[in-house]
């Protein structure tokens, strides 16, 4: 139960969920992107990089996942280099299931996040019971396939052994 305590407080509170960062991104790095033109922007083939002015830059996986294919990490080296390849292909973003609203936790036959997940992080214990597991890389493919719309990614910053 206490690995669930910190999605239970974002969930039960009126707080927005925080912006989901790039892949490779740099905290360290991260004031370099406020004064940027966001060459990360139009350098996404998917489309998912929203850069507000004077912002840093983050993911919109409405409607599809990141693929890891390096395209902004490219662009931004000419733009601060705050998307490092050295950082590995993982989003410090997590998938979270809302059982609430999730098909099959209300007995619907439904495998639209499991079938989206390029790497298989998410299993069904049984028909009914979907689970992310700790190999889920953030790239968030599962969230605008699911039908019911219980599926946000929840950025972390640090390590998942808190939610584990």
Known sequence: MKARKPFREIFNSKQK???????YFDHA?????????????PACPE??????????PYLDTQQTGCT??????????SCGGVLQETRGDRIEAFAYLDRQAC????????????????????HLRGMFDPHVQESCVG???CVGVCPSSA???????????EYF
């Open 68 to 77: 890891f294919c390096r395209a902004c990490q490219q662009a931004c080296q």
């Open 47 to 56: 489309k998912i990089v929203i850069k507000p002015e004077q912002h840093i």
């Open 17 to 23: 969920i925080p912006p989901v960062p790039l892949p």
């Open 139 to 141: 790239c968030g493919m």
């Open 151 to 161: 599926i946000s990614l929840i950025p972390f910053h640090g390590g998942l052994d």
């Open 29 to 41: 790095k991260s004031s370099l992107c406020l004064d940027c033109v966001g060459a990360c922007v």
């Open 103 to 122: 098909l099959s936790y209300q007995r619907v036959v439904c495998f639209a996040c499991k079938d989206a997940c390029p790497i298989d992080a998410i």
